[in-house]
């Protein structure tokens, strides 16, 4: 490994701690080297923060080694005005003489600009350091910009003989597959991705919440499909604890309806959008459309079966998480059937989790 590649490793490291707060914002991660030392680190703050290089500027004790020092950062630049001034001009300001980057931008308003403006103030650029690694990083927000999508994850669990529910159920809650652990991790991985989509018989059979209530984080926005206007007010996937996307047939889909009057005169955080459920082969690609006017740039897709592989069949997914636990069901729903290239199998306590990518 060379010194770049050291450094810009540092910097991927440093940018995880952006997951689940800087969408739709890149999660990037910078440090600034002096003298073969680090004097100054950065990841991007959520979303309408400061990005990386000015956290890490304005965390260097002596700003006068700047002008002497090499920041290295996981992505370029900006060059544009959003909701903060371009770290482009940043660099320049404090005349830092050298940047090393780990890929170039591909969102429109960057796409090479920033390293230009930075040439033309006479900074040496080295661009392409450990350039698989940084877009594996940065896979949600190049999904986003590059294929006009979120980038979808997939999430099931089945039982020991391939079901993910039973055929029948006393009760209107979720019948536990996996173990306390495997769930809290669920709620984590729901901080770490800005959506969560479920379809209408889940939040019929189920009542989801949807939020992160084993977990500290963000609640994601909540995502659900009812073609056919079936679903109430009362259900928690429309209560206020997170913003609600509901995507129905018709204009008339239950916006004022509830089973509970109390519940009639409540200002519930709710956008609604419309599908043509008629092309059916272009159901994922619409959702995938919608999601993409709301600025949304990671979704997990939790279910149930038909809403699963719907997403499949139209080949429209990035990765699969899918949960073995060890009971049976006999009979009930089969797991969504899928292919995918396995990249890592684990144990949580007795169930099994295994990692997919779609390629």
């Known amino acids: ?45 959520p979303y309408g923060g400061a990005h990386a290089e000015v956290n890490a500027i304005n965390s260097v004790k002596n700003p006068n080694l700047l002008s002497k020092a090499t920041l290295y950062v996981t992505l370029e630049p900006c060059s544009h005005f959003g909701k903060t001034p371009p770290c482009a001009d940043a660099i320049i300001k404090f005349k830092i003489p050298k940047v090393v980057i780990g890929t170039t931008d591909t969102h429109s308003a960057v796409a090479g600009k920033g390293i230009e403006k930075l040439k033309a103030s006479g900074c040496e650029i080295i661009v392409g350091v450990l350039e698989d690694e940084v877009k594996a990083h940065h896979k949600r927000f190049f999904t986003f910009h590059n294929k006009k999508r979120p980038y979808i994850i997939l999430k ?17 809650k979720p019948v536990w597959i996996t173990n306390e652990f495997s769930r809290q991790l669920v709620h984590k991985w729901r901080a770490e991705e800005q959506a969560i989509l479920v379809g209408t018989n889940t939040v019929i059979e189920d009542n989801p919440s949807l939020t992160t209530r084993d977990w500290c984080g963000r609640n994601p926005i909540r995502i659900v499909l009812d073609k056919n206007s079936r679903l109430f007010l009362d259900a928690a996937v429309f209560d206020a604890k997170a913003t609600t996307i509901l995507i129905s047939e018709k204009d008339e889909a239950r916006n004022t309806e509830t089973q509970d009057d109390s519940l009639k005169n409540t200002n519930l955080s709710i956008n609604l959008e419309l599908l043509n459920w008629e092309l059916k082969d272009k159901i994922a690609h619409q959702i995938c459309t919608i999601l993409f006017g709301h600025d949304i740039n990671s979704v997990i897709i939790e279910g149930g079966r038909q809403t699963l592989q719907t997403f499949i069949d139209e080949n429209l997914w990035d990765e699969a998480r899918v949960f073995k636990g060890t009971i049976n069901f006999t009979s009930g729903t089969k797991a969504p ?22 390629d």
């Open 156 to 172: 099931w669990a089945e039982t020991a003989d391939g079901f993910i529910a039973p055929s029948s159920r006393d009760e209107q």
């Open 1 to 45: 490994m060379n010194i770049h590649e050291k450094y810009i490793k540092r910097c991927i490291e440093i940018g995880k701690n952006g997951l689940g707060t800087t969408a739709p914002n890149p999660m990037v991660g910078c440090v600034i080297v002096h003298d073969q030392s680090i004097i100054g680190e950065g990841f991007t703050s």
């Open 337 to 358: 059937h899928f292919s995918g290239r396995l990249l890592s199998e684990e144990k949580i306590i007795n169930d099994t989790l295994k990692l997919y990518t779609n």
